[in-house]
């Protein structure tokens, strides 16, 4: 599949900014199953200084300075991006959960083992690890149980925005079963990660389906999140959607990945004034030709 992604995000801000700072992750990468085939970022004011590179994770990333007096701040990123369908998968076959984990302690590759800790945004607790438990007897082939861990948070819990941002910890949503699509990768991970399983949050965007009968509205799409749980050096990474209780295949667009939501936030920084403000996100992903 072919998606042109439009993604524009307005601050609006009470008082003048004299300067600002920030980090964008707004470029989808490459990687086996998708290639970014353009990207163009646009910003208003015009930024001072712009550069671009690739983070420790890979992802690619803007830096941009606004020394320009403001009080509104316009970062528009538009992509195309081809993305190919996910191979069939036998969750049974997979290695057992608990082989897998042992295996990786004397692993020598960085990539998965640096995945398997706790990061600010996925802080196991023990109520979290028994939580996970129920997903993972012994000898379980690991697919399966992430599989069924999945399934349980999407049938389990409710999703409801406004009832957290992105300090609530994995503790209180597993608590009170509600949140977005962050708290529901970010509990997963947390989950994995207290079994000695690597798993990365990943994060990006979700083709979306108007009611039946009704056209999608301009703008009315959102950012998405999920992860990606390592399986193994035969199988790799295997991408999971809590929020929708699938394995993501071509309908998911991914931007970039990192231990939690903090290393790949689509827009950080920070500025000088502004006093409060509000910001506006608007996200469009459609079938492109």
């Not at 998708?34 to 004011?45: K, V």
């Not at 995945?115 to 109520?127: I, K, L, M, R």
């Not at 438990?133 to 409710?158: C, H, Q, W």
Request: charged share 20%; with cysteine; proline share 7%.
């Amino acid at each position: 599949m072919r998606y042109a992604v439009r993604h524009r995000t307005t601050f609006k801000y009470e008082q003048l900014v004299s300067v600002s700072h920030h980090v964008l992750h707004l470029t989808p990468r490459d990687f086996a199953r998708q290639q970014c085939l353009s990207s163009t970022i646009d910003i208003e004011p015009t930024p001072t200084l712009v550069s671009e590179g690739v983070d420790y994770f890979g992802n690619k990333v803007q830096y941009l300075t606004v020394n320009e007096p403001h009080k509104r701040l316009l970062v528009e990123a538009s992509s195309l991006v081809d993305v190919a369908a996910s191979a069939p998968l036998d969750l049974a076959a997979s290695p057992a959960w608990d082989e897998l984990g042992q295996s990786l302690q004397t692993a020598s590759t960085l990539e998965a083992y640096e995945f398997g800790f706790d990061s600010p945004c996925a802080v196991a607790t023990p109520e979290v690890r028994a939580f996970a438990g129920e997903s993972f007897p012994p000898a379980r082939p690991v697919l399966a149980a992430t599989m069924d861990l999945t399934m349980r948070i999407f049938k389990e819990f409710t999703y409801r925005g406004g009832v957290s941002d992105i300090s609530t910890p994995v503790a209180e949503v597993l608590a009170k079963r509600q949140g977005v699509c962050q708290d529901f990768a970010h509990l997963e991970i947390a989950c994995l990660r207290s079994l000695g399983l690597p798993a990365r949050y990943i994060s990006g965007y979700l083709l979306t389906h108007p009611p039946a009968g009704q056209k999608k509205l301009i703008g009315a799409d959102a950012s998405h999140a999920w992860l990606a749980i390592w399986c193994g050096s035969e199988i790799g990474w295997v991408d999971f959607d809590p929020t929708n209780g699938l394995i993501p295949s071509d309908e998911h667009v991914t931007v970039g990945w990192g231990r939690d939501y903090g290393d790949v936030s689509p827009i950080n920084g920070f500025i000088l004034g502004g006093g409060e403000h509000d910001v506006i996100v608007e996200v469009d992903v459609d079938p492109a030709p």
